[in-house]
Each structure stands twice: as C-alpha cells, then as structure tokens.
C-alpha cells in the first residue's frame, strides 16, 4: 500500500522549486522561457575557491569530518564574524551544515516541541512554515505590507508573543522582499525580546553581502540578547556557491551542542571538499562579492525603472538581495480567455503559460497579495521579461 507519512502530506511543496521544475520541463518542449523564479546568482563561482576545493581532494579531504565541521573551517567562520560583524563567537558554538536551510530545520528540530509557537514576519521565506511544521510547531504569521516596507514592528512583535511563544524567524536582507532591517529597526525589535528570555531568534542572514545600503546589521550586535540568538548564514548567495551546500550557524553552546547531536544522526559531517572550498571563501573576505552587488544593484535599478511603467503595480524599492516584491491586487479578479486570475499564484501561472516568463505567486511568501521576481539574469533577459509581463498583464481586463 502507497502510504506516505502525515507529517509528509502536511507539507506543501517549494513553490519556487515547482515554478524551476515548470519552467525547465517548458524549455525541454522547446518554448522560449525566461526564469525569474529561481534565488540563484548567476555568476560563476571564483577561481581561488574551486582551486581550493581541487588542492582539497589532491590533499585527500575525503574521509569523514567531525559532525560540526572541520576545526578550520569553523575558525574561518568565527574570524568571519569577528572581522565582518564585530559578533564574538567561540569555535564550539559554530556548526558547518549542509546549506543554511539546513542549518535551520537543524535549529528548529533542536529547540521546538509540539504546539510550541514560532512568529514569523510575512512576507517570508517559502520554507520557515513548513520548517516549524516539521517540528511539529505552530506557526504564528504576522502580516508586514508593502507600507511598512514589509517589516515587522515592534508593536506588532509584542502583540503576538504568548506564553507559548518559542521562537521568531526573519530574513535581513529579505527573501522575497528585498527589504533590510537597519539598526535602529533591530534594536526595537530586540528590546522587546529582551523581555522574553525563553524565545529564541533565528537570524537568517543568507544575503548578507548583496546590500545596497552599506553595513549589514545583525540583531546578534545586542549583547543584551545575544544568548538568545541564532545566527544563520552561509557561502550560497554571498560567494556564488548554491550548489556546494555549506551553511552554517553561531550559536549560543547549548543549541550548537544540541544541533551537532541531531546532526550526527541525520547527515554527519556537511562535504569536505565543500567545506574546504568554503574556508577559502570567508578566509578571502567579502571583495569577490562586491562585483556581484555592483551588478545586481544596477539590474535592481533597470528593473524598478521598467516595472514602473506598467499600470496597477505597487513597488517598493529593495535594499537587498536580487528580487522585487509588487503588490499586484490590482490584478486579482481580472481574466484573459480562459485565465481567470483569482490569486498571484494565478497571475504567475498566466505568465508563464502565455509569456513563457516564470515568476513566483507570493502565496507562498505568506503575501498572496504579491508576485516575487528575481533579478539574477542578464539585462538583456530582463529587458524581454518585462516587455513580456508588461504585453499579458494589458490584456486583463
């Protein structure tokens, strides 16, 4: 009998990942399709980190790694954090993972008990709901608008913590928005968790050196909560890495301890080669990034130039990252032939069957009441995109 878990019918698929698998099983068929659905850069990985990884298997990094990650790989992350953050870590409270996601279903099965509550700002990441879900949490969504530039306040942070409250998730720079929480924002924000020892914050700061508007701001800058505070990151966005999987986090010991436990027994030690080709990264510093900010802020500004001039969507302007975020209500109950857009994810759709553009339907970002396009192509491709989004979306009337 085909009898698959509860906990597996409970959770829905990526709905970024099934907008990729659409667009590529498209382009197979031969149509012309243009992905913006997908939170990849579109660089190369450098030189001097493939190098790093090639010398790693020349030098036999093939053998298993102790469960957290290699004692030099962990001391790159704590000078990372050091000379990039000013945040003070010891070596045992980093765990090298396979990706930042899994540094977080990591940290969510480590501390979550069942009906234990978790706040998470919408528009969110596709996956945190699901996450707590898994951990048999319960997710208490608290909707951010494109007015407050889809940031969560703290009024509104205290409003929702109850007794039950266990823990708060949130992306700085933000995906999907784009949107960044400066200082004086966190700071707010961490007064108010102050006051509530027991919560834990999961601080995803995955897009950390894609920023627009200068220093990045860690929430774990509060000595005040430090000891509540999970910092999330890794080499993905950062340094053009997404499929050498290493993520990482800096936590207080007890969770570092608890996650390197539940890690032993799930995956055991992330890549070595990867890991090795990640310690070349942080070990270098920040300067490769740069090139890729430069370019994706100019593409963040060609796009924002473009999608203004098409009638009914609402923009914000992105800090961070390499997507925009439109409110496109103006759209929702309009119709073309036989495509009757009743939600984003509907409006996705339409453009994707009838533009061959793939975006995503902010439903799954918690906003349904917006669309997520990201950036990480060429000006060329965004060009056509938009000239495409622009022509289907006249039609709905």
Sequence with gaps: MEKVSE?????????????????????????????????????????????????AIDDNFTHYSPVPGYESVKKAVVDKFKRENNLVFDENQIVVSAGAKHSIIN?????????????????????????????????????????????????????HITQKTRAIIYSSPSNPTGSLYSKDELEGLAKVIQKHPNIIVLSDEIYEHINFSGEHQSIAQFDYIKDQVVVINGVSKGYAMTGWRIGYIGAPLWIAKAVTKLQGQFTSGACTIAQKAAEAALNAGSESCLEMKKVFLKRRDLVLGLLKEIDGLKLNVPLGAFYVFP???????????????????????????????????????????????????????LVEAIKRIKRALEKLK
């Design 107 to 159: 940290v969510f099965l480590s501390i979550i008990n069942p009906g234990d509550e978790v706040i998470i700002p919408a528009p969110y990441w596709v996956s945190y709901v699901d996450m707590v879900g898994l951990a048999e949490g319960i997710p208490v969504v608290v909707k951010c608008g494109i007015e407050s530039d889809f940031k969560m306040t703290p009024e509104q942070l205290e409003k």
């Design 7 to 55: 906990r597996l019918n409970r959770m829905a698929l990526s709905a970024t990942l099934a907008m990729t698998q659409k667009s590529r099983e498209l382009k197979s068929q031969g149509f012309d399709v243009i992905n913006l659905s997908i939170g990849e850069p579109d660089f190369d990985t450098p030189d001097h980190i493939k190098e790093a990884a090639k010398k």
């Design 327 to 381: 409110e496109v209500s103006h759209f929702l109950g309009k119709s073309y032939q036989n495509h009757i857009i009743n939600s984003s994810s509907d409006l996705a759709l339409y453009l994707l069957e009838t533009e061959y553009v793939a975006t995503v339907g902010g439903d799954a970002f918690g906003s349904p009441e917006c669309l997520r396009f990201s950036y990480a192509t060429s000006e060329d491709t």
